[in-house]
């Protein structure tokens, strides 16, 4: 984290207010990580892709939006003494809520009692669009880890994004899912966002890029919406050694092939992100999409 964006945070934590050159925010670009079905490590990648993008210089935020598990900060191994509800009930400021970890990457944690978030009441909605824009001056990447499977929450956290990462492994009843989700999500829901899909517990390239094909064959040729290829996490023993140990496998050891492949993944992604960044300059302003989203 940079002295300016330390100084934003402690200014945030303390309640104080920005003076008008600290007040320049800059664009957030938004990932949501989704999945057809619970269990494929959907959690495990928005971490260890955090870890990977500090790796690579970047520092940023996670938000835990599988209300009411918390599996972010399980795999963190913090205990957050805020959560989303807590700002939407008026209890904390934006700067309480976000926690840092003992890995340096921060996060929010989703915590429980906001599954009628979609419910909420306009004015409620355009105060915490207003407050979450606020980490725009702390991060310039906020990495929204959803729910297994489709609601209205999962839906909506990935319209906000600017692209959307699902989560797949070989067994054939997360491919089926996967495809469930993306053809709800196109079909029903009319995305517009990029999709991308990462391959996870693949035993070789070969396998994930057959999983990869299958699913964006069935969507090009009948969603009419082609997706694109993230990478592939392998198969890795250290993987599991490293979740009996409550460490992220990218700080268990950077050297195993799981951490490997996440830093390819991330690498991937600032690339095409400096891309992006100059054909979307004119896109619509993440807040007022959190707003119109959310109303």
Same mark, same amino acid.
């Given at each position: 984290?940079?002295?300016?964006?330390?100084?934003?945070?402690?200014?945030?934590? *303390?309640?104080?207010?920005?003076?008008?050159?600290?007040?320049?925010? #800059?664009?957030?670009?938004?990932?949501?990580?989704?999945? +057809?079905?619970?269990?494929?490590?959907?959690?495990?990648?928005?971490?260890?892709?955090?870890? &990977?993008?500090?790796?690579? +210089?970047?520092? !940023?935020?996670?938000?835990?939006?599988?209300?009411?598990?918390?599996?972010?900060?399980?795999?963190?191994?913090? %205990?957050?003494?805020?959560?989303?509800? %807590?700002?939407?009930?008026?209890?904390? #400021?934006?700067?309480?809520?976000?926690?840092?970890?003992?890995?340096?990457?921060?996060?929010?944690?989703? +915590?429980?009692?906001? #599954?009628?978030?979609?419910?909420? !009441?306009?004015?409620?909605?355009?105060?915490? =669009?207003?407050?979450? +824009?606020?980490?725009? =001056?702390?991060?310039?990447?906020?990495?929204?880890?959803?729910?297994?499977?489709? *609601?209205?929450?999962?839906?909506?956290?990935?319209?906000?994004?600017?692209?959307?990462?699902?989560?797949?492994? !070989?067994?054939?009843?997360?491919?089926?899912?996967?495809?469930?989700?993306?053809?709800?999500?196109?079909?029903?829901?009319?995305?517009?966002?990029?999709?991308?899909?990462?391959?996870?517990?693949?035993? =070789?390239?070969?396998?994930? %890029?057959?999983?990869?094909?299958?699913?964006?064959?069935?969507?090009? *040729?009948?969603?009419? %919406? !082609?997706?694109?290829?993230?990478?592939?996490?392998?198969?890795?023993?250290?993987?599991?050694?490293?979740?009996?140990?409550?460490?992220?496998?990218? #700080? @268990?050891?950077?050297?195993?092939?799981?951490?490997? &492949? @996440?830093?390819?993944?991330?690498?991937? @992604?600032?690339?095409?992100?400096? $891309?992006?960044?100059?054909?979307?300059?004119?896109? $619509?302003?993440?807040? *007022?999409?959190?707003?119109?989203?959310?109303?």
């Amino acid at each position: 984290m940079s002295s300016d964006q330390a100084q934003l945070l402690r200014q945030l934590v *303390n309640g104080q207010s920005e003076s008008k050159e600290d007040n320049i925010q #800059r664009d957030m670009h938004i990932i949501t990580v989704a999945s +057809g079905k619970g269990g494929v490590g959907k959690s495990n990648f928005s971490v260890n892709l955090a870890l &990977a993008l500090q790796g690579l +210089g970047k520092n !940023p935020i996670i938000l835990d939006a599988d209300f009411g598990l918390a599996n972010v900060e399980v795999i963190l191994g913090e %205990h957050p003494k805020y959560n989303l509800s %807590h700002l939407i009930n008026g209890e904390c #400021r934006i700067g309480d809520l976000v926690t840092k970890s003992q890995y340096g990457i921060s996060f929010i944690s989703g +915590g429980s009692g906001i #599954r009628d978030m979609s419910f909420l !009441p306009s004015y409620q909605i355009s105060d915490i =669009s207003r407050k979450l +824009g606020e980490l725009s =001056s702390l991060t310039d990447i906020l990495i929204i880890d959803t729910g297994a499977g489709i *609601n209205d929450i999962v839906v909506k956290f990935c319209n906000l994004a600017d692209e959307v990462y699902v989560v797949v492994t !070989p067994e054939p009843t997360s491919i089926t899912d996967s495809y469930a989700l993306l053809k709800t999500l196109i079909n029903n829901f009319k995305l517009k966002t990029k999709v991308k899909l990462m391959i996870n517990k693949a035993d =070789s390239q070969k396998e994930a %890029h057959d999983v990869y094909k299958k699913l964006n064959y069935v969507c090009e *040729n009948f969603l009419q %919406h !082609p997706v694109d290829y993230a990478g592939f996490v392998p198969y890795d023993e250290e993987l599991f050694r490293a979740v009996k140990e409550q460490v992220p496998i990218f #700080r @268990y050891n950077m050297r195993a092939k799981a951490s490997m &492949a @996440y830093y390819q993944i991330a690498k991937a @992604y600032l690339i095409g992100l400096g $891309e992006q960044v100059k054909k979307e300059s004119m896109k $619509e302003n993440w807040v *007022n999409r959190f707003k119109r989203l959310f109303s």
